[in-house]
């Protein structure tokens, strides 16, 4: 087995870090939220971006619901031996996922320690240029990038966090979305996934301590074949981990990665189905509206969202997207090679832009869309765009073009 990969190590001078019921509840109307999204560039603050798989990002697996909800779920699923329905579609996609023996089905916390786990394979990615099959996590960097005070109590549930995540078993039909590699291949994976493998969990002996008396603990775990592929395709999606972590609720905070996720373009219809599918909102409630608002309220205090509205449908309107940098690797003499090319095709300048493309796509579909691109630029087809017309292609083949159920 590989060391894990500990980003201590690496950068000196960081810290050592159902269908469960057969109750169909009663039907909502078919509503849509209608959302605006404006993506000019302001000011650039200190926060970097997240980079995460896309394919992770989709999943609506944590029970944002009350603990009493959450054990009756539980409870259910283990008399039953089904696994909880998370995602059915008209696309043919199914997304259950079975609890924990011994610690039940994720939290809105493991969605926070998830999050911090995302940020480390994020920093482990951007040394390695791929994603580690095994990773050392030291608790010490949880409380600072969560927000919280350390305890004994926080590392406890910290650590029982990362077993519960360990042990969840999902289960899926054409879920995972995969491009294929430079060779043609698509990656398959087993129906039947975890999340990740936990290896184990240790202090630092005394000797080996800088600082006597004080015994760092680390957790080890083992990426998946899934995830560690997804990451590796560069089929990323991306969040500010800053703003995720200020938020005051945990609906708030999935709302927020969920509308980051689905922010492709200035208007996007969600139905009200998916909205309450991400949340974990009970739609036969007559209160699923104020839930709803809720989640959204301190999206507009945080200006995430400039505004929105409940009414016969939601309508969401984004604040303008801050141009936050993520820190990626110096391109390669050939990556850049890649920009030139990839600006000359589409005729457009803006250089970041060409950049991120090369940086986050397979270069199979970047060569496949510039040439479609010249073709409809030759046959007429593109008047005045063609960098929209190599975005909308390149969303369409890396995660579909649904901001749907499929989402």
Same mark, same amino acid.
Request: hydrophobic share 35%; charged share 30%; proline share 7%.
């Given at each position: 087995m590989n060391q894990p990969v500990s980003i201590a190590s690496i950068i000196p001078g960081l810290l050592q870090q159902?269908?469960?019921?057969?109750?169909?509840? /009663?039907?909502?109307?078919?509503?849509?939220?209608?959302v605006y999204a404006e993506k000019t560039a302001t000011t650039p603050n200190d926060s970097p971006l997240t980079f995460v798989s896309?394919?992770?990002?989709?999943?609506?697996?944590?029970? +944002?619901?009350s603990s009493d909800e959450r054990a009756a779920l539980e409870t259910t699923a283990r008399q039953n031996n089904t696994p909880i329905l998370l995602v059915k579609n008209n696309k043919g996609e199914r997304l259950s996922i079975s609890p924990s023996g011994s610690y039940g089905l994720p939290t809105g916390f493991d969605m926070d320690v998830m999050t911090v786990i995302?940020?480390?394979?994020?920093?482990?990615? #951007? =040394? +390695?240029?791929?994603? @580690?099959?095994?990773?050392?996590?030291?608790?010490s960097e949880? !409380? $600072?990038?969560?927000?919280?005070?350390?305890?004994? $109590? +926080?590392?406890?549930?910290?650590?029982?966090?990362?077993?519960?995540?360990?042990?969840? &078993?999902?289960?899926?039909?054409?879920?995972?979305?995969?491009p294929p590699d430079k060779d043609g291949n698509?990656?398959?994976?087993?129906?039947? =996934?975890?999340?990740? #493998?936990?290896?184990?969990?240790? %202090?630092? @002996?005394? #000797?080996?301590? %800088?600082? @006597?008396?004080? /015994? !760092?603990?680390?957790?080890? =775990?083992q990426l998946t074949d899934w995830h560690r592929a997804s990451i590796n395709a560069r089929t990323f999606t991306s969040f500010d981990i800053? *703003?995720?972590?200020? +938020?005051?609720?945990?609906? /708030? %905070?999935? *709302?927020?990665?969920? *509308?980051?996720?689905?922010?492709?373009? #200035?208007?996007?219809?969600? @139905?009200? &189905?998916?909205l309450l599918e991400e949340l974990h909102i009970d739609p036969s409630l007559p209160s699923y509206r104020r839930s709803l608002k809720r989640a959204l309220d301190p999206l507009v205090k945080a200006k995430f969202l400039r505004s929105y509205t409940l009414e016969d449908k939601a309508v969401v309107s984004f604040a303008e997207k801050k141009s936050v940098s993520p820190r990626l690797p110096t391109l390669t003499v050939e990556q850049q090679s890649a920009v030139l090319r990839l600006m000359e095709a589409t005729g457009d300048k803006n250089r970041k832009w060409a950049e991120y493309i090369i940086?986050?796509?397979?270069?199979? =579909?970047?060569?496949?869309?510039?040439?479609?691109?010249?073709?409809?630029?030759r046959e007429g087809r593109i008047l005045k765009n063609p960098g929209a017309f190599f975005t909308y292609h390149r969303k369409r083949m890396l995660h579909g073009d649904s901001t749907g159920n499929s989402k």
């Open positions: 159902q269908e469960l019921t057969k109750n169909t509840p /009663a039907p909502i109307e078919d509503k849509k939220a209608l896309a394919n992770f990002e989709r999943m609506p697996i944590y029970f +944002l619901c995302h940020y480390k394979i994020h920093e482990a990615f #951007q =040394i +390695l240029d791929e994603c @580690p099959s095994t990773l050392r996590l030291w608790l949880f !409380p $600072q990038l969560m927000k919280h005070s350390k305890s004994g $109590q +926080l590392y406890e549930n910290i650590r029982e966090s990362v077993r519960r995540l360990s042990e969840v &078993t999902i289960y899926h039909e054409n879920f995972l979305r995969y698509v990656f398959i994976p087993d129906r039947t =996934i975890k999340l990740f #493998q936990f290896i184990g969990s240790d %202090k630092i @002996p005394d #000797q080996e301590n %800088k600082e @006597p008396g004080y /015994a !760092p603990v680390f957790i080890d =775990i800053d *703003l995720y972590f200020s +938020l005051p609720t945990e609906r /708030a %905070k999935r *709302l927020y990665r969920f *509308l980051e996720y689905i922010r492709y373009s #200035q208007e996007a219809e969600i @139905p009200y &189905t998916k940086r986050t796509t397979p270069w199979n =579909i970047v060569d496949r869309i510039m040439g479609e691109t010249k073709e409809a630029i």
